[in-house]
């Protein structure tokens, strides 16, 4: 009874993982098709991708490999094997990036381009929520972040914000250099900022508890509802469910 129970946990775990990560790979999409401006942590492969007519997808490939490349050498002796899974989960994520872009239509007016943004912000909200609490492969965006955060000392929410704020400074000297002006960037990046971590706040709030005692994993209901009362990001909230 209890092996048939473990079953059923893992199969629930794993499939809410890949279901996560194709709807954060559908809401990354729909930023782009806003046209308002992209998330801080692909701004630059996107940015890469306009001024220089690249796959949007073998971009953030790249971006993903690096980032996994730099968070093996922050780690040093603390890097896992385990830790390298990161490289093909990009390789898949970044294909559903394809599928979507190739088959989703651009927004057409300003008011198809808000509700692309708003349902972008949601999706990749509600992907990252998913993903991060089933506590199995994170993405190299969250990856980095941790071993950025272990390093200095400093909080994983701290850290993912200054870590957005580098990937979007990068992003417009990039565009500032080759085009003379920002590209891929917007109002909509300040709103996914801002945005994307409410969201992945309320899932935790709504279905964390739920999802967590499915997959059969610890829920520490105390420690996530003081960090939702305090206001901090959802990098800072998803990063108390790994501790």
Do not use: H
């Not at 492969?45 to 050498?73: D, P, R």
């Not at 927004?107 to 609490?133: D, E, H, K, P, Y």
């Amino acid at each position: 009874m209890e092996k048939t129970e473990r079953k059923s946990q893992t199969i629930v775990r794993w499939t809410l993982y890949c279901i996560g990560m194709v709807v954060l790979s559908l809401g990354i999409i729909l930023n782009t098709k806003s046209c308002f401006g992209v998330t801080p942590i692909i701004s630059t492969a996107y940015t890469a991708s306009l001024i220089w007519k690249l796959n949007f997808g073998n971009a953030c490939l790249v971006l993903y490999v690096i980032l996994a490349a730099v968070e093996y050498i922050l780690k040093g002796k603390n890097f896992r094997l385990y830790d390298l899974l990161q490289i093909p989960l990009a390789a898949l994520m970044t294909r559903f990036f394809n599928i979507f872009a190739e088959y989703l239509p651009d927004a057409s007016n300003i008011a198809g381009r808000i509700v692309c943004l708003a349902l972008g912000i949601t999706f990749t909200g509600l992907g990252a929520a998913m993903m991060v609490n089933c506590r199995l492969v994170p993405n190299p965006g969250d990856g980095i972040v941790q071993a950025l955060a272990d390093r200095i000392g400093k909080t994983m929410g701290f850290t993912k914000n200054c870590f957005d704020i580098g990937c979007v400074a990068l992003a417009a000297a990039m565009g500032l250099f080759a085009e003379g002006q920002l590209v891929g960037l917007g109002v909509g990046t300040i709103a996914a900022m801002i945005g994307v971590g409410r969201v992945i706040a309320l899932y935790n709030y709504l279905f964390q508890e739920k999802t967590t005692k499915a997959m059969g994993l610890e829920y520490k209901p105390v420690q996530r509802r003081q960090r939702v009362r305090a206001g901090e990001s959802g990098a800072e909230i998803l990063s108390a469910e790994r501790e």
